[in-house]
């Protein structure tokens, strides 16, 4: 009887130390973090800029963030994290990125560059922070 009653308990005393023991269920992962280093001509320029989705599909949201890291990659040298979120210390963000629900925030631009990249947002109908 002991030995029996040990069998039908192990594999839920098992699957209970599982579900105790486990990470907790992962968020949703609504961003992604490019960073890493562009080369342009004899200018090597540091990059850290993050997507957040606000409402693509989750495949379409991956492909796109997919498409800038291999950008990334073809300029320069780059890493893609997905994250639950978007970091703070931003230093400026484009809501409506490409016309899509989703925002662009960037980290480490020369204030020359956040000027462009502001104007480029606005010229596509984005709002600029």
Request: charge should be positive; include cysteine; glycine fraction near 8%.
């Amino acid at each position: 009887m002991k030995t029996s009653l040990i069998r039908v308990l192990r594999p839920a005393v098992a699957c209970a130390l599982v579900a105790l023991l486990s990470p907790p269920v992962l968020a949703a992962q609504s961003a992604c973090l490019l960073e890493g280093e562009v080369v342009l001509g004899e200018k090597t320029i540091p990059v850290k800029d993050c997507l957040e989705n606000h409402g693509v599909s989750d495949e379409r949201f991956h492909q796109m963030c997919e498409q800038v890291h291999d950008i990334g990659k073809a300029t320069g040298t780059s890493t893609l994290s997905y994250l639950e979120s978007c970091p703070s210390g931003s230093r400026g963000s484009c809501s409506t990125f490409f016309g899509a629900p989703i925002a662009g925030y960037y980290y480490l631009r020369s204030d020359k560059d956040l000027v462009r990249t502001k104007a480029a947002c606005i010229k596509q109908g984005g709002a600029w922070k």
